[in-house]
C-alpha cells in the first residue's frame, strides 16, 4: 500500500471508506427516513401522530401530507451525503494517506446537514423543522411542555435523544478531532479526544433531560394534588419517580463503562481489579437493561405481560397484551416485545470470547449504534399507539394530569 505506513497500520478497512464524520451523517439521516416511515404507517391504520403532539393540521387537502413532507425532507438530506460519500471514494480510493487528507469532505457534508436543519427555505419542510428545532431548544435543558401544549411530542424527541447519546459523543469526536492539531477526523476515533470523560459526560446529557422532564411531571402531579386537596394512595406522582429511576440507572453503566476504559492507564486502578470492574459494571448494565425493558412493555406499551395474573390472563384480550390493539395481528406485538429485549441486550455479546470484540471495532460500533436507532424507531410505533389508544378509549395514564388542571405554557422550573 502507499502512504505513510503508520497511518495505514491505525486505519481499518471499514474507517476507509466510512470515517466517522460520513457514519454520524448516515445514522442522522436515517432517523429522519425513520420518522417519516413512522408518520406514514401510523396514519394508514388511522392514528393522527400530528394531533398527538399537537401539530398544526394542514389547512388544505392540496398541501402535502406530514408524512409526504418527511419523505421529501429525508431525500433532500440523502442526495447530497451520497454525492459527498461517492466523491470521496473517488478521491481516496481507500488510500489511508488520501483518507486522512481529504478529512474536509465529510466535515462539509455534517455542516449541510445541520445548516438543512436552520436554513428558512420553504422546499425542506420549513414549519416542520423549525418546530423540531423549538422542541429541541425546549427540551435540551429538560423543560417540558404542558399536555395542550405538546408534551407528547416532547417525550418523544427527549427519549429518541437517549437512543442518539452515543451518536452525540461522536459528534463531539468528530469536531474535536477536527480542531486538534496533529489529528484527523476521518483517522482513527479517538475517543478519549478531549479528555479521558468528555464524551461519558455528553453521552449522559440525554439520560439526564429525561430525568428532569419525569421529576418536572412529579411535581406538577404533588402540585395539582395540593391545589385540589386530592388525598389518597393512587395518583401521587410515583409512577414519574420510577421512570426518573430508570433514567438514572444509565449513570453507573456510563461511568463504569469509562471507568473500564481508563483502567490501568498511568496507574488509575480505582482501588480494584479489573475483573471487579467488570462485575460491577455488569450488575448496572443488567439492571438498567431489565428495567428498561419492563418499562417499554408494562409502561411505555401499556400490555399486560408483566402485570398479575388475571389482568395477563383477562378473557378480553389477547394472552399478555391489552384490549385495544391497532396492529393487524397478535402476533406482531409478541415479536416486537422479543426484539425489544434482544437489542436492549446487546452487551450480552462482551461475555461471549467470540464476539467480545465486536463492539470495540469500527463497523461493529456502527452496528450497534443503527441498532439502537433501529429499536427506537419501532418503539415509536407502539408508544404512539398506546398514547392513541389512552386519549381515544380510557383517557389519561393514572399518575397523567388532566389538560385543566394547568394553564401555564412551559413549565422549565
Request: charged fraction near 15%; glycine fraction near 8%; aromatic fraction near 14%.
Amino acid at each position: 500500500m502507499d502512504g505513510d505506513p503508520a497511518v495505514e497500520q491505525e486505519l481499518d478497512s471499514f474507517t476507509r471508506y466510512f470515517p466517522l464524520p460520513y457514519r454520524i451523517g448516515i445514522i442522522l439521516v436515517f432517523g429522519v427516513w425513520a420518522w417519516a416511515i413512522n408518520l406514514h404507517y401510523l396514519a394508514v391504520i388511522k392514528i393522527d401522530v400530528p394531533s398527538l403532539i399537537r401539530y398544526p393540521a394542514r389547512s388544505s387537502s392540496a398541501q402535502p401530507s406530514h408524512h409526504s413532507s418527511t419523505y421529501n425532507l429525508a431525500t433532500l438530506l440523502t442526495i447530497p451525503l451520497a454525492l459527498s460519500l461517492l466523491f470521496f471514494w473517488s478521491l481516496t480510493h481507500g488510500n489511508p494517506s488520501l483518507v486522512v487528507q481529504w478529512e474536509i469532505l465529510p466535515q462539509l457534508s455534517l455542516l449541510g446537514l445541520f445548516l438543512s436543519f436552520i436554513v428558512p427555505v420553504r422546499r425542506l419542510s420549513k414549519t416542520g423543522r423549525f418546530r423540531f428545532l423549538s422542541t429541541l431548544k425546549r427540551i435540551s435543558i429538560g423543560g417540558i411542555a404542558e399536555a395542550q401544549d405538546g408534551k407528547f411530542g416532547d417525550i418523544l424527541l427527549a427519549d429518541a435523544l437517549t437512543s442518539y447519546a452515543r451518536i452525540l459523543g461522536e459528534l463531539y469526536v468528530s469536531a474535536c478531532m477536527f480542531l486538534s492539531p496533529g489529528k484527523s477526523s476521518t483517522g482513527r476515533p479517538d475517543r478519549t479526544c478531549g479528555g479521558a470523560y468528555a464524551v461519558p459526560i455528553i453521552i449522559a446529557i440525554p439520560s439526564a433531560i429525561r430525568l428532569r422532564q419525569c421529576l418536572i411531571e412529579y411535581l406538577r402531579v404533588r402540585r395539582s394534588n395540593q391545589k385540589n386537596g386530592f388525598i389518597g394512595p393512587a395518583g401521587w406522582g410515583g409512577q414519574h419517580l420510577a421512570n426518573a429511576l430508570k433514567y438514572s440507572s444509565a449513570f453507573p453503566v456510563i461511568i463504569l463503562s469509562a471507568m473500564q476504559r481508563n483502567f490501568n492507564q498511568h496507574g488509575t486502578t480505582y482501588g480494584m481489579t479489573e475483573a471487579g470492574l467488570f462485575r460491577l459494571w455488569l450488575f448496572f448494565v443488567i439492571l438498567n437493561s431489565g428495567y428498561s425493558f419492563y418499562w417499554d412493555v408494562a409502561k411505555d406499551w401499556d400490555l399486560s405481560l408483566f402485570s398479575g395474573t388475571v389482568e395477563r390472563n383477562n378473557p378480553e384480550h389477547p394472552w399478555g397484551l391489552r384490549q385495544h390493539l391497532y396492529f393487524h395481528t397478535d402476533e406482531i406485538y409478541y415479536a416486537v416485545i422479543a426484539i425489544d429485549f434482544v437489542l436492549r441486550c446487546t452487551w450480552i455479546m462482551k461475555l461471549s470470547p467470540h464476539l467480545d470484540r465486536f463492539n470495540d471495532i469500527e463497523s461493529g460500533i456502527f452496528v450497534m449504534q443503527l441498532l439502537e436507532v433501529l429499536r427506537r424507531w419501532i418503539w415509536i410505533f407502539f408508544r404512539v399507539e398506546t398514547e392513541w389508544v389512552r386519549n381515544n378509549n380510557r383517557g389519561p395514564a393514572q399518575d397523567d394530569i388532566l389538560l385543566a388542571n394547568f394553564n401555564g405554557k412551559i413549565d422549565d422550573d
